[in-house]
């Protein structure tokens, strides 16, 4: 590639700050190692901007996400922002909504000296809609998805379109090409016919357009079950927002540290390197965070955009950032305290480094 890849960081809440610079670290590394063009513009959002600004999202973070080729998003405490009017607003499902960031790819997986809840093995990615369900903050035109029509009563409305499911679908059946060549779509179409039932007939449209793809379907909540009592028959998982949403926090708990689960959030023209996890603000400013996660998911970053701009170098720098972070963790030295290791969030992000340029 000739012209450099412009990319936004977005440091975020509690532990952001510091997964972040381990992050950018790693990329930098990667960066040198691959010969890769790389600027980076930093922005603030989240509580910094809120006391700066008067907002967590300030004008011009998304004109600025739209410009750049792809983000990096630390993780955000929208919980706790206040109301709308006073300048709380979530930039994670702003940045979904408007770049129509409508797959959400949330890999898990058990690794051997990762403790896990259960002794089963599994190695899958949920595919999650990112865009309507039951999303209040996204999936209207105007106004929100939850109202309140009278004092007693509260509605929210789940959004499902056959343009959404086909695409998450198409989406799904692509990334099963390149695995183990197996989709599973979740749904609850014995209670939800009409919604689940547009879901599962745009799926089941997609599916035949693979043949070598093999193709079930689970009931959400048999499928809770079944993660935790067979989790190595699934490959690639394909899911409204909501479910999940819910499956993959479900998945990484049982793949171990929360600190380990990398996402993507990919539209058709921008990408956003986002953490599963939320700002953990019991940790934050410690130095103790495990930045895996947020390394991990800008690995799949330099991936998607390897893939758009046809990039080999990015493609094995995303490699290369991805076997990095493994040869880090297999080392019971090179280890952050979550996984019973002693190295703090920076020395992570360095040992990283070293691997990818040593
Ligand atoms: P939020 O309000 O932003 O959702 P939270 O603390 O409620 O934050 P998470 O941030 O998802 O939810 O954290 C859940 C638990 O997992 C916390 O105990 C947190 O310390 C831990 N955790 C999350 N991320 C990491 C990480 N990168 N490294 C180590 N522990 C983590």
């Given amino acids: 590639m000739t012209s450099p890849i412009k990319l936004l960081a977005l440091d975020g809440d509690g532990i952001g700050p510091e997964i972040m610079v381990a992050t950018l670290a790693v990329l930098d590394a990667a960066a040198k190692a691959f010969g890769l063009k790389i600027e980076i ?3 603030d959002i989240g ?4 006391k700066a ?18 983000v990096v998003l630390g993780p955000v405490q929208h919980d706790d922002y206040p109301p709308t009017d006073k300048g709380g607003v979530n930039p994670s499902g702003v940045l979904r909504k408007e770049l129509d960031l409508y797959a959400n790819i949330r890999p898990a997986r058990t690794r051997p000296y990762v403790p896990s809840p259960i002794t089963k093995t599994f190695d899958l990615v949920i595919v999650r809609e990112n865009t309507e369900g039951f999303y209040a903050d996204r999936t209207m035109f105007a106004g929100t998805g939850e109202f309140m029509p009278t004092p007693d009563l509260a509605m929210a409305m789940r959004k499902v379109t056959r343009e959404g499911s086909r695409r998450i679908a198409q989406s799904a059946f692509e990334l099963a090409k390149l695995r183990r060549r197996k989709v599973t779509a979740i749904h609850k179409a014995n209670v939800l016919r009409v919604s689940d039932g547009l879901f599962l007939a745009e799926v089941r449209k997609v599916a035949k357009a693979f043949p070598d793809v093999a193709y079930d379907e689970k009931i959400v909540d ?9 989790p190595a028959q699934f490959d690639v998982i394909v899911a409204t927002n909501m479910f999940g949403d819910i499956l993959s926090d479900e998945a990484s708990e049982l793949a171990g540290s929360l600190g380990m689960a990398a996402s993507l959030n990919a539209g058709t023209d921008n990408a956003v ?4 996890h939320g700002s953990a603000p019991d940790i934050a ?8 996660s947020l390394i991990g998911s800008m690995a ?4 998607w955009l390897g893939e758009r701009h046809t990039s080999p170098e990015l493609l094995k720098a995303a490699d290369a950032v991805e076997a990095a972070i493994e040869a880090t963790l297999e080392d019971p030295n090179t280890r952050t305290r979550d996984l019973g290791g002693t190295l703090g969030t920076k020395a992570f992000g360095a040992a ?6 040593g």
């Fill in 285 to 292: 400013g410690r130095d103790i965070a495990n930045p895996v």
């Fill in 273 to 276: 390197a986002q953490a599963q």
């Fill in 222 to 230: 048999a499928m809770t079950a079944l993660l935790i009592r067979d």
């Fill in 41 to 43: 513009r930093k922005m």
């Fill in 352 to 357: 990283v480094c070293a691997k990818l340029i």
């Fill in 47 to 50: 509580f910094l901007a809120l």
């Fill in 53 to 70: 600004s008067g907002t967590t999202m300030p004008p011009g973070v998304l004109e600025a996400a739209k410009a750049v080729d792809g």
């Fill in 300 to 303: 799949m970053l330099l991936r």
